[in-house]
């Protein structure tokens, strides 16, 4: 029995293979002889209708205006290839620097002609200092001990800039009384003037009223 079933086993493929080839000149039989099994030619899939080869090509790629600018530049060949032995290299950079030489001259010649052509012009014209008007304070003489120096106190009252509730507090100058007139206690009306030292910026007008 054993060596039956192994028989049977041998001889099954052997009997595919034959039904499968009865199978497929079954086929070709069967198949009318209008009809031709080769494949399409070329030239009916290119007359095929335009709008489906449209649907089916893939969509443009979408493109940021950055990424367009730098497939851009980078189409550009800016540079000259420079390539073979180090000596080599080195020559034909040196054409390449006098051929930009050469053009940076004649650019420059350009230029130099062009400024001629275009006649004498005028120059900056001179700033003109005009003399403005020099902030006066009054005040109350508060020392006179320096020789040809005096302090003098002026009582601000302005609003405060945020809260603006009226501030008063009291700033000091140092004027220059080039004469020792005023004396301390007196009421004086000072003007600005240069720096006459590090710390001085105002003169004595006159004495507008003396201390009693």
Do not use: C, F
């Not at 206690?185 to 030292?197: F, K, M, N, T, W």
């Amino acid at each position: 029995m054993a060596d039956e079933e192994n028989k049977n086993l041998e001889e099954t493929p052997e009997n595919e293979v034959v039904e499968s080839a009865e199978e497929e000149s079954s086929s070709s039989a069967v198949s009318p002889a209008g009809e031709d099994s080769s494949p399409a030619p070329e030239d009916a899939v290119a007359d095929a209708p335009s709008g489906e080869s449209d649907e089916d090509a893939e969509p443009a790629e979408q493109l940021s205006p950055t990424e367009r600018r730098k497939r851009r530049r980078s189409s550009k060949n800016r540079r000259p290839k420079v390539t073979g032995s180090p000596e080599e290299k080195a020559q034909q950079r040196a054409v390449i620097r006098k051929k930009k030489a050469a053009q940076r001259r004649a650019y420059r010649l350009k230029q130099r002609e062009a400024h001629k052509a275009a006649g004498p012009r005028e120059g900056t014209p001179a700033v003109v200092k005009e003399p403005g008007v020099k902030k006066t304070q009054q005040g109350t003489v508060v020392s006179s001990k320096n020789d040809k120096t005096i302090i003098v106190a002026i009582d601000v009252a302005e609003p405060h800039r945020i809260y603006k509730k009226v501030v008063r507090h009291t700033r000091k100058l140092t004027a220059h009384d080039a004469t020792n007139d005023a004396n301390e206690g007196d009421v004086v009306r000072v003007i600005e003037s240069r720096p006459l030292s590090r710390t001085k910026r105002w003169r004595l007008v006159e004495v507008v009223e003396r201390a009693k």
